[in-house]
Every structure is written in C-alpha cells, then in structure tokens.
C-alpha cells in the first residue's frame, strides 16, 4: 500500500470531495456554537473548533478556488444561523447571505495569502486577520455583529470575565486560537518536505515493480488509517515543539482568563445601592394589526404594570419594549389628525398622570421638522425610534436610537439609490431618523441609558452610555417578528457581554423574549419566560466603577489590524528583496 499522501498527492475528485466535507463541517460547527433550534443555549464548546475546517480549506485549496470555498462559506455558515431572517422577510435572509458571500469571497484570499506568505508562522497572521474581519463588519451602514466567535461563550461567566479587559474581542482571540494552530497541523501534512520525501517513495516503489520485486516500503507499508494517525501525529510533535513559546503563551492567557474569571464573576456588590425595575412583556408584535391591535396591546400593557405595581416593595421604575406603543405620542398630542389615534394617546396619559412611578416607553417619536424634511407633503414629518421617560404623565427625556438596523430601519443613500429607497417606503418599512445625543436618564436619582434593539450588540454603544455617566443599562427590544426561540437567545447572548465590559447591570424588556436581568458578571438573574405575556420585577446593583475596556474600547481588534497590516508589508518587502537579488 502507498504511504499517506496530503491533498496535493490525491487526485482532484478526491480533494474536491475533502474540501466540500470541510466546508460542511464548519457551516454546522459555526452554526451549532451559537443558540440555534436544537440547542437553545448553543453549544459554546465547538466554537474552540469550529473554524478548523476553515483553516484546513484555506490552507489547502488553490488560490483560485479559494474565493469560491469563501463565498460558499460565508453563505451556507450564516444561512444556518441566521435562518430566522426569512421570517422578517423572503429576502431578507438571501441579502445577509449574500453580504457575508462577498465577505468571506475576500477573506478566504487573504488568509490563503497568509498561507502562503509565512510559512512557518502563518497560523498567527490568520489568527490576526480572523479578529479584524470580525471587528471591521461592525463598522459602518451595514455593520453586524451576530456571529463574533466570542459571544458563543456567553453562559462561560469565567471565560467572559475578561471582556471587561479586552471587549467581546478577548474571548474571539482565545476560542479562535486553537483552530488556526489545528489546522497548520494538519497543513504539515501537506508541506514541501513531506511532498518531496512522498514523491521520492514513489519513485522508489515504481522502480522496484519494474524489477519484479516489492520495495522496503511496500513490504513495511502500514495501513491507510494508521500511516495518517502516524503522519499527523508527527505533524502534531513538530508543530508543538517548533511553537512552544506561542502555544505557551495561549495556555497562559487561557489559565488567566480562568482565574480572573473565577475571581471576578464571584462579587457580590455588597454595599451598592440596588434599583428595582419591573419589565414588561405584552408578547405581540406591536407593528401588526392596526388601530384595535394597538388598543388590545394598551390594555396587556396597563393590565400588566399594574399587576407590577402592586408588588411589596414598589417598584423604581416600569419598562415597556421597544415601540410597545406605536401610535406616535407626541404626533397625536399635538397635531390630533386622527382622531381614533389621538383618543388611544390621551388614554395612554391619563393613565400614566394617576401613576407615582416613571415609566420608560418605546415610541415612535414623530416630529414636523421643515430643515430635515422639506417635503410639504409628508407634513415635514421626520421619526425617530425613542425610548421616553414619563413622570406622571409627562415628558421628561428622552433618547432617540443612534444605530438604525439597515435597509429596515435606515437607508441613508437616497440620492445615490432612488428607487431602492422607494422601493423600501413601499415595503413599509420604518425608515426612521438617527439621533445624536447618548441620552443618561436621571430618573428620581437612577442614572440609566437605553440601547434600543440591537444597539445592544455593539460595544462602542454602551461603552458610551457608561462613560457619560450610566449606572444600568436598560434595554428595549422587539425581537417577536422573528418567531424565533433561537433569534432572541442570539441576541441575548450579545446582551451579556455589554454587562462585562462595563461592569454594569443590564435588565432587558422586550415584546416577546428574552425579557431579564443581569448582572455586572453576565449572569443571568431573572428571566421571563419567551412568547408569553409576563411580567418581572427585579434589583439590580448600580455600578459607578470604569473597566479597562470602558477607558479604552475596541483597542484588540485595532492591535490585531495593525499585527496583519505589518505583516502583509514585511511579505511584499521581502518579496521585493528577493527579485532584486535574483
């Protein structure tokens, strides 16, 4: 039998049927490390392994090729993940594949050229390049954060701890590690060396059948299974041997991580002044039905901070989700042109104006604005996603969302774009206004900022609030739309790590789940149950404190851009060098 050959020693069927088994693998391991419909917590283990595959494919494919194993990567992975998109709309879920297609179109060449750049130590550029790329698709218009490999460890309170050091970012650098170092392993298998020291046994082999007789080889060949056991782990001894200081350096970045996790996941916050919050889950999209709906979602709610305020001991503060009420308050207050929605408002105030406690309500805040709107007909109406505080039954403050979703709620490319832009005013979507001010709430003496949905998934956002002053962090959302178990536990997971960073509670309130509290160890305190309508009322700790990352930010994935910039510039010098010598 021939002895073990890499992928360059088999033949193209071969390989083409191993990199489609990679590629299939590490779709289901991405998907699976995250909350998902069979496991609703994820399974945050896997994620440690999950881009081995990847790695493998990169590491062994042709250049060519490696565009089209990174487009279908990056559509298959977040189609698995992601797959409650389509509830929103048909094509919602086919935009975002198609984004992460082009994404990982890029990226694969990259980490190929990483590949093909370092040959020794290519592993850590890859590692690098995989932070940056998780870090720069939050930027900007399109910028989404579900699937940063570190919020697959959400429920891992000692592995999150670090967050509060290094952001989410920290725990991507420690779970990404272990598959760029697996996967160079297995790329010894493919190295110069071993192709030479392969194609020199067949030689032999091919001589010695032509003399009749079996080679030493042939005679001393040992089964497939077990030559590729021996070949990999003698790939596995020199890569430990030849790397011992890097992986050294993982192993102790893993053991501090757990130490520090240990040690500061199991505060108390004896001694800190506590907020007590009721949360209100009325478990209805507010955005279906019309004017009955939103009168029958005012009755849950009412019925439901009711039954809250009539707890022992009272609660600070009630919290309603995001756009819990649609008709426009301050629109209807003030403009009255529809009478039915004016009537269900002036009822919405002359129940808070009976009630002692502030109430926080997520609202379409609509306003006449002729400076940003100077079409005469649509009344100059701007509108904004809002979260008030009312204090018997006015208007104190308010905060207008800073990071619309895009395309749903933000298109900011309207002169570029025309007819997309029409085409989404048509497919009534909520094309709201952006605000500019990260609102701190000071509520009877609370000190508190509301991200509103899935402002929550970036750091930057509650970063912000925090060094403005925020003591908790309340956020509002709606996730029912989605009809998703697993959509709103994504999203939950992402919540967790903005409670880390800054060392801060955080309670959620939310239209259908996943309505709780944390605390400012990321873990969960109370939680309601999903698609039901509850209730729950909680204390929570106020934290003053500032954490590293809240002084300093996103500084690991910048370090890990600058690290893959040098690197790539040092690889065109060298390459330059060489050619004038030659």
Known sequence: MAEYQGPAGRRRPVVFLLHLGALIAAALLFAASFPNPLFSNGLPLLAWIAYVPVFYLVNTCSWKSSVVW?????????????????????????????????????????????????????????????????????????????????????????????????????????????????????????????????????????????????????????????????????????????ERYMLGAWVFALVFTLVFGLIRGSDDYAGRPYARLALIQHNDDPWRGGIAANRKNLEVLKRLSL????????????????????????????????????????????????????????????????????????????????????????????????????????????????RIYAALEKADTHLWEPGDTPTVFNSRGIKFSTPICFEDSFGYLSREFVRQGAELIVNLTNDAWSKSLSAQMQHLSMAVFRAVENRRSMVRSTASGQTCAIDPSGKILAMAPPFSEARLTVSVPLMDEETLYTRRGDYVPLLAIGFSLLSFTWALIRIAINRKKV
Do not use: M
């Open 70 to 242: 990174g487009a279908l990567y990056g559509y298959s992975a977040y189609g698995l993940f992601n797959y409650w998109l389509t509830t929103f709309h048909p094509l919602a879920g086919t935009f975002v594949g198609l984004i992460y297609l082009l994404y990982f179109a890029v990226l694969f060449p990259l980490l190929k050229a990483a590949s093909y750049c370092f040959r020794r130590r290519g592993y850590l550029v890859q590692w690098a390049l995989w932070i940056s790329y998780e870090y720069l698709r939050t930027l900007g218009f399109l910028g989404y954060p579900y699937g940063i490999s570190g919020y697959s460890q959400w429920q891992l309170w000692p592995v999150t701890q670090i967050a509060s050091l290094f952001g989410v970012w920290g725990v991507s650098a420690l779970v990404v590690f272990p598959s760029a170092a697996c996967a160079w392993i297995l790329r010894g298998l493919d190295s110069q060396p071993a192709r030479q020291k392969q194609a020199a046994s067949r030689q032999k082999q091919a001589a010695s059948r032509r003399e009749g007789r079996p080679s030493r080889q042939e005679q001393a060949a040992l089964p497939p299974a077990q030559d590729l056991k021996r070949a990999l782990k003698n790939s596995a001894i020199r890569f430990i041997f030849r």
């Open 307 to 418: 039954e809250a305020l009539a707890e022992d001991p009272r609660p600070d503060l009630v919290v309603w989700s995001e756009t819990a009420f649609v008709p426009r308050i301050f629109w209807h207050a003030t403009y009255r042109e529809d009478q039915e929605s004016y009537r269900l408002v002036r009822e919405l105030l002359d129940f808070l104006e009976t009630q002692d406690v502030p109430f926080v309500i997520g609202n379409d805040d609509g306003r006449k604005d002729p400076v940003k709107n100077p079409d005469p007909s649509k009344d100059h109406r701007i509108d904004y996603n809002a979260a008030i505080l009312f204090d018997r039954g006015k208007e104190i403050e308010k905060y207008r969302k800073l990071h619309l979703v895009p395309f749903t709620e933000s298109f900011p490319y309207k002169k570029q774009f025309p």
